[in-house]
C-alpha cells in the first residue's frame, strides 16, 4: 500500500517539471510526512495546467453519508477498472500526485522499521491517482483522491509486497488524456527498481504530526535482512 508520502520541492521545479501552475488559493508549502486526510497536490485530467490539493482518501459521489462509507487511500491497479468505488474515476477522472518519497515500514507489528523510497537524485515523480467530487444536500462539495498501488519492485519487495504506481514520465500525460482502459492499464506497473533507492529513517515519522526535514536523515539500524543490496 502507500500510506504515507512526502512533497518537499521547489515550486519552481514542480512548476517545470509538470507544466502546471497553483490554481487559485492554492499554497503550496514543503511536506516530509503527509498522512491519510490530510491534503495532497494533484494535477487533475479536467483542469491539466493546474495544481490543487485534494484530501487524501476518496469519498464516492454516491456516498448518502460521508461518515459512514469507507474513504480508501489506495486502489489496487488490478481491480480499478471493475470496483463499483473505483469504475467511474478510472474512466474519466484520473490525476497525477506529485511525490518525491515515500514510506513503508519492515517488520512486526511493534517493531516496525520506516524506510524511505526516493529517486537517486531525489528529483519528484507521480503518482497514478483518481479523484471524486462529492455534493452535499447543503455546503460545498468535497473533492478527494486516492492513490493507485501495483506489486512491488526489487527495491520495495523486502520491505512491503506492494508499492504506489509511480508512472514513468512519458506516461503522465497518457494517464490524464487516454480513454481506452486497456492503454490505461498498460502504464499501471512497477516502477523501475534501478530508478528508485530505500534507506532507513527514524521512527519519529510514525507519528504524522512529525513533519520536518530531519526525517529524511538516514539511520543505522543494523543488519536489514539483505536490504543493503537494493538500498544503493
Known sequence: MCGRTSLAVDLAVLEERFDARPAEGVTIRPRYNVAPRDDLLVVRN????????????????WA????DVPR????????????????DAFESRRCLVPADRFYEWQGTRGSKQPY????????PFAYAGLWETW????????VTCTVLTTDANEVVEPIHD????ILEEGNEERW?????????????KPYPSDELHAYPVSKRVDDPGN???????EVDVGDQSGLGDFAG
Open 135 to 142: 455534493t452535499p444536500a447543503e455546503g460545498d462539495p468535497r
Open 211 to 217: 513533519d520536518s526535514a530531519d526525517l529524511l536523515e
Open 116 to 123: 524511505r523510497i526516493e529517486r537517486p537524485d531525489r528529483s
Open 46 to 61: 479536467d483542469v491539466p495546467h493546474e495544481f490543487d490539493l485534494l484530501e487524501w482518501g476518496l469519498l464516492p459521489q
Open 72 to 87: 480508501p487511500i489506495n486502489a489496487r491497479s488490478e481491480t480499478v477498472a471493475e470496483k463499483p468505488m473505483f469504475r
Open 162 to 165: 506492494r508499492m504506489p504506481v
Open 64 to 67: 448518502d453519508d460521508p461518515e
Open 176 to 188: 490524464l488524456s487516454e480513454e481506452s482502459p486497456d492503454e490505461l492499464r498498460s502504464v499501471l
